[in-house]
């Protein structure tokens, strides 16, 4: 019989196909485990069933001899360190797909709370200030006739562009490669990257995590934005400069932005947001739904299952580890 360790209980509905084929070790702890908790658990498993806020570098790696698949519960793997995996075939999987909705809607959430000040509205009425209607109370930007960027064109970037269009936005965006779907359905303009930020009344990341992707906003980017518009961060924290970002908010050098990721996870936010009010902040809530989170454990469990069954997972990071076969 095959072994497995879960480093952390995702839902049952993902959770009882591996159970019930393999023996599993799931990790009780409502917590993320160590390095060490992890190096111990891969020993002997043939397969690792691990989340986004756990590091698998090559220590890791190494320490699991056995393993033949390493099965994300995420759709980024910028948290596993894929190369020492495909150097000893190892197969690494995620789970696209399945939580394009949810992300695509926080950031729609993140957008509307920044720009109509949803949670500075939510505080004011707490502390009992609210005293009736005020004609210069809490006035905040429209998204209809607004321009959005939308930056890295992938499933929830096509998914926050058809939503932007419902809310009667144009749309242009910045992708490696032009995307024929948005620009016909939607009448997306592909532009440089320096356009988009000068244009855009919204840009909003949705590129993955890469050695290209790192602090691609930093100050000369948050500089040519317009000190109206907004930045909207459901990708991943170190995409942008963080501090860049806090600085450009405290001077008002944009006018807002909506963040849900941060550049020290998995440790935690970064405090220098926390006085701001031209932030909406989210801890990292992007597919955070019931659907999402159930369609992310039942995809993970097949990608592992397939692998442990000689198999190409459908959701394959490096697919080349499957060019003699499989394991
Ligand atoms: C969430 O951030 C994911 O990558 O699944
Ligand atoms: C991956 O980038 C996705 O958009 O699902």
Redesign the pocket.
């Known amino acids: 019989m095959m072994d497995v360790f879960v480093t952390r209980r995702i839902p049952e509905s993902g959770l009882k196909k591996i159970t019930q084929k393999y023996d599993t070790y799931v990790s009780p702890k409502p917590r993320r485990l160590t390095k060490e908790e992890i190096i111990e658990g891969v020993k002997g498993k043939d397969a690792l069933l691990c989340i ?1 806020t756990d590091i698998i570098d090559e220590e890791i790696i190494e320490a699991g001899e056995d393993l033949k698949v390493i099965s ?6 910028d948290n596993i360190d894929v190369e020492s995996a495909t150097k000893r075939g190892i197969a690494v999987t ?2 696209p797909g399945v ?1 394009t909705n949810a ?1 695509a809607e926080l950031a729609f959430a993140l957008i509307l709370a920044v720009a109509r000040n949803i949670t500075l509205g939510d505080k004011f009425v707490r502390e009992d200030r609210f005293e009736g209607w005020d004609p210069t109370l809490l006035v905040g930007s429209e998204l209809a006739g607004n321009v959005i960027g939308i930056v890295g064109m992938g499933n929830i970037g096509t998914a926050v562009a058809h939503r932007a269009k419902a809310f009667n936005m144009d749309v242009i965006y910045f992708n490696r490669s032009r995307v024929d779907e948005v620009e016909r359905e939607i009448d997306a303009k592909f532009v440089d990257f320096e356009e988009l930020l000068k244009r855009a009344d919204f840009v909003s990341l949705h590129v993955p995590l890469t050695e290209e992707t790192k602090h691609m906003v930093s100050w000369n980017e948050l500089d040519m934005m317009k000190d109206t518009a907004y930045l909207i961060n ?3 924290g170190e995409v942008v400069e963080e501090k860049a970002l806090i600085e450009a908010l405290k001077g008002d050098k944009i006018a807002g932005a909506g963040v849900d ?1 941060f550049a020290d996870e998995p440790y935690g936010a970064n405090p220098g947001y926390y006085d701001l009010d031209n932030v909406v902040l989210a801890p ?1 809530l ?2 955070a739904s019931h659907r999402a989170r159930n369609g ?1 454990a039942e995809m993970a469990a097949d990608n592992l299952i397939a692998v442990l069954d000689g198999k190409m997972p459908e959701n394959i990071v490096n697919p080349e580890v499957f060019e003699n076969g499989g394991y």
């Open positions: 986004l994300n519960y995420a759709v980024g793997y995620n789970t939580l992300t459901t990708a991943r990721v990292h992007g597919s992310m």
